[in-house]
Each structure stands twice: as structure tokens, then as C-alpha cells.
């Protein structure tokens, strides 16, 4: 497989965030194993200490845990934590500037949702 | 490759190596660790097949060198069980059958498993009864790889191995060297043209131009050490005074290499990338065919 990946992030957190992408969109559902280290390795063409990066990241965000002998799993959890912590992060720092945006151009939420709709109904 | 290290598998010191009045390596220092892979890169002739000879005991050198704790002028027996190579010219006889190559390498060599070997080779199309002749030059690589793989060796090491194969038997050698053979206790050296097919998978990396190491560090401190920046044109003076170690133009905006600046420094020139191994190669080696 091949991966294009950008130069101006370390890959380790790229390949952390591709995990907690996969989390949130639920293709990781809480209590399904990691592909082994290796195999991630042979997939991607990264090195293996690269591979553990990421998951040592995930494992301190406590998104993923190690169990003996067995590899890694997705913790009981980790989705809702994420939702929550990336709810907190879009209000925090996304909405502030999304909303200034807004109402530089005029439009309310009202008539937002109602595009959406219109949208759907196409 | 820190620079003191209790046991690093590889240890060269003033390691030089003269053909007649050409010096192919000039006081090389340099330390391999355990568990690294580590990308030999430099233009032909700069000295790498040297190097990787002189490791494997294939050539005299002066200098000092050990490799697993052994003499490679002296220990050649006892290094080549713990060690193995493929080299870019391939060694195999073309009358062989598969299956007797496995039984002969079976017989020198008392860490080889054949039953691995045949396991590596069921994923490919290649045959026990097939004669090396019959085999096209990607197939020859997949036998000497699973040869190679199912020997438990603590360093291999690949001289160009992907010489001449085209792209899926590139990245299927790559692979299976990451999902069947490497682990923490093995460790690889590999030298290649193709840098940016491997630049993910190096852990370490060592140019090497005109017989001497023009760089040798861990990936993470070249990710540290150098940067690229974009810079418009009104501030190309300012980039120029920081002494970059390259500069290009691409779309009427300069791209300058620079190593060792502040990071907090270059973000004021413009947008900071990761070179590309390929970029920091061909900046470092300016002039070597001038």
C-alpha cells in the first residue's frame, strides 16, 4: 500500500491520527485489536520503531491498550473520549473562527440547515 | 548511532581502504546499534561496496573494525554464521534447481531453516524443481531473499538488492523484510539509489561521498537538524544571510535547505518542511561529478 504522506508532520502522528480516524468513524470499533507492528511496518514500507511511535501515543491517550502476549486493542471507550475531546477542540478553536465567518457573510444557522435540506432533497 | 555505545553490532574506527593511489575509504568512524536499519547511500564509486566488503571480511582494510565483536580479517568463519548479504550481482549458479539451492545452503550454513525457506517461497511463483536459468531476474531476488530470510542472522546486509526489478518486486522485497524478517535483535544495513523508496523504513542514515561520511545520524536528528523553507522573493536576502546549505526555485518562490538554524527562526521566512532524504542528498553531494 501506499501512503502519500505530508512532510511537515512527523509520520508517527500521522499514523496516530489515521487511527483515531478510523476510531471515530467506528471502521475501529472499542475492543478490536491493531494490525501487529510488523505488519503495519510491511504495509506502509515505515519503520517498525515509527509504527510504535504512534501506538506508544495512542496507548499514553489511553485510545489503545497493550494486552500480554496479545497486541494492541482499542480501548472500552476510547470513541466516546474522542468525541468528546474533538467536540471540546472544533468549539474551542474551530467554532470561534466558523462563526465569525458566518456572520461576516450574512448567513444564520436557520437558513444553513435549510440549504442542507434543500441539498438532500436534490 | 550515538557515539559511545556499549555493544554496537558494527564499530569502524579510521577504517580506510586504498586502491593503488585512489583511497575508496578515507578514516571512516562510524557505530551501528542493534535493532537499526541503516541506508548506506552515495554516488558510484563513492566507497559503499567497500565498506559493506570490509564488514563481511571480503576485503583487506586498515583501520580498526569490529562487527558482532568480531575481527572481520581474522574471524571470518565464526562472523559469517551471525551474518548475510546479498549482494547486486547475482551469485546463484544457473543450472541450480531451487530445491538444491535450499539443500546446499542447508549444508554450510548451521542457522539456515529450510522449512522457512520453503515457506517464504510458497508465496511466490517459483517452483523447488525450477532451474535458476529458468527464473526471471525479480524471481532470482525473491530466492535469494528467502534464502537469506531464513537464515537467523543478526545482520544482513543488501548491496543494492533491488537492482533492476521493477516496482512490485521492489516493494513486495521490502515487505516481507518488515512483516517477515526484521525485528529489534536484527539489524540491516542496505545501499540503494532508490532513497525515497526507503527513506520511511531507515532508522539511520549514512552518506558517504568520495571515501569519507559526508552525514551520519539517526532519521529523527535529520529530522531535527534540517528544514526546508518556501520563501517569496522579498525576503530571499534574509534566507541568503542564514547561509542555507542549498537553495532552488520552483514557481518564482525560492526553496532553501538550511542545518541547524532555529526552527522559531526559519518560521519567519516562510512555511517549514521536511527535506526529502532524495533533496538532502543531492545538496550534500553538489559538485561530486563537477
Same mark, same amino acid.
Given at each position: 500500500?501506499?501512503?502519500?504522506?505530508?512532510?511537515?508532520?512527523?509520520? @508517527?502522528?500521522?499514523?496516530?491520527?489515521?487511527?483515531?480516524?478510523?476510531?471515530?468513524?467506528?471502521?475501529?470499533?472499542?475492543?478490536?485489536?491493531?494490525?501487529?507492528?510488523?505488519?503495519?511496518?510491511?504495509?506502509?514500507?515505515?519503520?517498525?520503531?515509527?509504527?510504535?511511535?504512534? @501506538?506508544?501515543?495512542?496507548?499514553?491517550?489511553?485510545?489503545?491498550?497493550?494486552?500480554?502476549?496479545?497486541?494492541?486493542?482499542?480501548?472500552?471507550?476510547?470513541?466516546?473520549?474522542?468525541?468528546?475531546?474533538?467536540?471540546?477542540?472544533?468549539?474551542?478553536?474551530?467554532?470561534?473562527?466558523?462563526?465569525?465567518?458566518?456572520?461576516?457573510?450574512?448567513?444564520?444557522?436557520?437558513?444553513?440547515?435549510?440549504?442542507?435540506?434543500?441539498?438532500?432533497?436534490? | 548511532?550515538?557515539?559511545?555505545?556499549?555493544?554496537?553490532?558494527?564499530?569502524?574506527?579510521?577504517?580506510?581502504?586504498?586502491?593503488?593511489?585512489?583511497?575508496?575509504?578515507? /578514516?571512516?568512524?562510524?557505530?551501528?546499534? *542493534?535493532?537499526?536499519?541503516?541506508?548506506?547511500?552515495?554516488?558510484? /564509486?563513492?566507497? =559503499? %561496496?567497500?565498506?559493506?566488503?570490509?564488514?563481511?571480511?571480503?576485503?583487506?582494510? &586498515? /583501520?580498526?573494525?569490529?562487527?558482532?565483536?568480531?575481527?572481520?580479517?581474522?574471524?571470518?568463519?565464526?562472523?559469517?554464521?551471525?551474518?548475510?548479504?546479498?549482494?547486486?550481482?547475482?551469485?546463484?549458479?544457473?543450472?541450480?534447481?531451487?530445491?538444491? *539451492?535450499?539443500?546446499?545452503?542447508?549444508?554450510? #550454513?548451521?542457522?539456515?531453516?529450510?522449512?522457512?525457506?520453503?515457506?517464504?517461497?510458497? #508465496?511466490? =511463483?517459483?517452483?523447488?524443481?525450477?532451474?535458476?536459468? &529458468?527464473?526471471?531476474? /525479480?524471481?532470482?531476488?525473491?530466492?535469494?531473499?528467502?534464502?537469506?530470510? *531464513?537464515?537467523?542472522? =543478526?545482520?544482513?546486509?543488501?548491496?543494492?538488492?533491488?537492482?533492476?526489478?521493477?516496482?512490485?518486486?521492489?516493494?513486495?522485497?521490502?515487505?516481507?523484510?518488515?512483516?517477515?524478517?526484521?525485528?529489534?535483535?536484527?539489524?540491516?544495513?542496505?545501499? %540503494?539509489?532508490?532513497?525515497?523508496?526507503?527513506? #520511511?523504513?531507515?532508522?539511520?542514515?549514512?552518506?558517504?561521498?568520495?571515501?569519507?561520511?559526508?552525514?551520519?545520524?539517526?532519521?529523527?536528528?535529520?529530522?531535527?537538524?534540517?528544514?526546508?523553507?518556501?520563501?517569496?522573493?522579498?525576503?530571499?536576502?534574509?534566507?541568503?544571510?542564514?547561509?542555507?546549505?542549498?537553495?532552488?526555485?520552483?514557481?518564482?518562490?525560492?526553496?532553501?535547505?538550511?542545518?541547524?538554524? &532555529?526552527?522559531?527562526?526559519?518560521?519567519?521566512?516562510?512555511?517549514? #518542511?521536511?527535506?526529502?532524504? *532524495?533533496?538532502?542528498?543531492?545538496?550534500?553531494?553538489?559538485?561530486?561529478?563537477?
Amino acid at each position: 500500500m501506499s501512503i502519500a504522506w505530508n512532510d511537515s508532520t512527523p509520520i @508517527y502522528r500521522q499514523l496516530r491520527d489515521r487511527v483515531v480516524a478510523m476510531i471515530l468513524d467506528g471502521v475501529l470499533k472499542q475492543g478490536d485489536p491493531l494490525p501487529s507492528v510488523r505488519q503495519v511496518a510491511g504495509d506502509f514500507q515505515i519503520n517498525p520503531i515509527t509504527v510504535s511511535k504512534a @501506538y506508544q501515543e495512542l496507548v499514553d491517550e489511553s485510545l489503545v491498550e497493550k494486552r500480554r502476549g496479545l497486541g494492541m486493542y482499542v480501548t472500552e471507550g476510547a470513541r466516546d473520549a474522542l468525541l468528546k475531546s474533538e467536540r471540546e477542540r472544533f468549539l474551542r478553536e474551530e467554532w470561534p473562527v466558523l462563526s465569525a465567518r458566518l456572520a461576516r457573510l450574512g448567513l444564520d444557522l436557520k437558513q444553513l440547515m435549510g440549504e442542507s435540506k434543500n441539498e438532500e432533497r436534490k | 548511532m550515538t557515539a559511545q555505545s556499549m555493544n554496537p553490532v558494527v564499530r569502524a574506527r579510521s577504517l580506510s581502504k586504498r586502491y593503488g593511489a585512489m583511497k575508496a575509504l578515507d /578514516g571512516v568512524d562510524f557505530d551501528i546499534e *542493534a535493532g537499526r536499519i541503516v541506508g548506506l547511500i552515495g554516488p558510484n /564509486g563513492a566507497g =559503499k %561496496t567497500t565498506a559493506l566488503k570490509a564488514i563481511l571480511g571480503l576485503t583487506d582494510f &586498515e /583501520g580498526e573494525l569490529s562487527v558482532l565483536g568480531f575481527d572481520p580479517r581474522k574471524q571470518r568463519t565464526e562472523l559469517m554464521e551471525q551474518v548475510c548479504f546479498i549482494a547486486d550481482v547475482a551469485v546463484l549458479p544457473r543450472w541450480l534447481r531451487v530445491r538444491e *539451492a535450499i539443500e546446499f545452503v542447508g549444508g554450510v #550454513h548451521p542457522r539456515f531453516s529450510p522449512e522457512k525457506c520453503r515457506a517464504f517461497l510458497a #508465496h511466490t =511463483k517459483i517452483e523447488p524443481g525450477m532451474r535458476v536459468r &529458468e527464473l526471471s531476474k /525479480g524471481m532470482i531476488v525473491q530466492l535469494h531473499l528467502a534464502l537469506v530470510m *531464513a537464515i537467523d542472522a =543478526k545482520l544482513l546486509v543488501l548491496d543494492e538488492p533491488t537492482l533492476g526489478l521493477d516496482i512490485l518486486y521492489r516493494k513486495s522485497f521490502y515487505e516481507s523484510l518488515l512483516s517477515d524478517y526484521f525485528d529489534e535483535n536484527k539489524t540491516i544495513i542496505v545501499t %540503494t539509489h532508490q532513497v525515497e523508496e526507503i527513506e #520511511h523504513i531507515l532508522t539511520d542514515l549514512m552518506f558517504i561521498q568520495a571515501g569519507k561520511l559526508a552525514l551520519s545520524a539517526t532519521m529523527d536528528a535529520v529530522g531535527e537538524r534540517y528544514a526546508e523553507v518556501m520563501v517569496n522573493p522579498d525576503k530571499a536576502e534574509a534566507a541568503r544571510a542564514l547561509k542555507p546549505l542549498n537553495e532552488r526555485q520552483i514557481f518564482g518562490k525560492s526553496i532553501f535547505l538550511f542545518d541547524g538554524i &532555529e526552527r522559531s527562526r526559519l518560521a519567519e521566512l516562510g512555511e517549514l #518542511h521536511k527535506p526529502s532524504v *532524495a533533496d538532502l542528498f543531492v545538496a550534500t553531494m553538489k559538485g561530486t561529478y563537477a
